[in-house]
């Protein structure tokens, strides 16, 4: 009987042995699997609307991510017709201080990075293109399209083309055109902004971005240069959490003028017969995520 036993333990710790043993091994496998992808993954994501405050979050979440999964790169693919100055600053600032190198690629073909677009793709570690695709027209407007008028106009035009030619100048990038982009609301295809040293490169796709990118030294803010290994790396696709769709669809300036509207007549109808309570609240919220949606308000 105690035979018996010390057989059964034995077994038991062959079987534990056998299982910690292909444990270490499916380990091993993962590195060197995860090594000839490229030790490192490339994360992308799609920024595909004009820029707003739930841009930013989704760049800012994108970037804790690469940080946290260890990614050598994330690729921004980038077609937007511009959005508000404030929110492409924040994502200028923090394309800046990632640890992250950036690389922002306007694709696919018949993309654009119009008004605030050109500031992003001029601050990236990377800036590329896809054939089919412009850059540039970056002059100030107002809310809704219009002019500005007087004063505010020569304000707003020097501000930004301030702006256009410190973040040129910071990545190596043409200043004067930057600048021209923003007084003269000057575009370009792919083939020209090459030329004029706007971008780095031109591009099909993210595989062939990742293709031309093997080997490159990246500078970051910190000092640290690193080097790419982009040729087999793993590509990770990195999808708006719900949060950030919210804030993006509560972002669309269209949907922040009819939250204005309906937060006015709630109000109106719940000053108009007090006591109904309902139009009251709804006005209160609505009012509430369209200054939001406008910047005036922040997001907790």
Do not use: C
């Amino acid at each position: 009987m105690t035979g018996s036993r010390e057989f059964l333990k034995n077994v038991r710790r062959l079987h534990l042995a056998l299982f910690l043993a292909g444990s270490l091994l499916l380990s091993l496998a993962s590195a060197h699997s995860l090594f000839a992808q490229g030790g490192q993954p490339v994360l992308v994501i799609d920024v595909e609307d004009a820029i707003s405050p739930g841009s930013t979050s989704y760049v800012s979440h994108a970037l804790e991510q690469a940080r946290l999964q260890g990614a050598q790169l994330l690729v921004i693919r980038l077609d937007t017709p511009g959005g508000l100055v404030s929110s492409t600053r924040a994502i200028v600032k923090l394309i800046f201080a990632s640890s992250t190198p950036v690389a922002v690629f306007v694709a696919p073909g018949g993309a654009r990075a119009a008004s605030a677009g050109t500031f992003i793709t001029m601050s990236a570690h990377i800036a590329a293109m896809a054939p089919g695709t412009n850059i540039g027209a970056a002059s100030p407007v107002a809310g809704g399209g219009k002019q500005i008028e007087g004063d505010m106009r020569n304000k707003a035009m020097n501000d930004v083309a301030a702006f256009a030619r410190s973040i040129a100048t910071r990545m190596g990038r043409n200043a004067e055109w930057a600048e021209s982009a923003v007084r003269e609301a000057v575009s370009v295809d792919e083939a020209e902004a090459l030329k004029l040293k706007v971008i780095d490169l031109v591009a099909v796709d993210v595989k062939s971005l990742l293709l031309a990118l093997n080997g490159r030294k990246i500078k970051l803010a910190s000092g640290q240069e690193v080097v790419l290994a982009t040729r087999d790396a793993q590509v990770v696709s990195l999808d708006r959490t719900w949060r950030d769709q919210v804030l993006s669809l509560l972002s669309d300036p269209n949907i922040a003028y009819i939250l204005m509207l309906l937060g006015m007549y709630g109000l109106f109808f719940e000053l108009s017969n007090p006591g109904n309570i309902l139009p009251g609240v709804v006005g209160a919220i609505s009012i509430l995520l369209a200054l939001y949606a406008m910047k005036v308000l922040p997001i907790n």
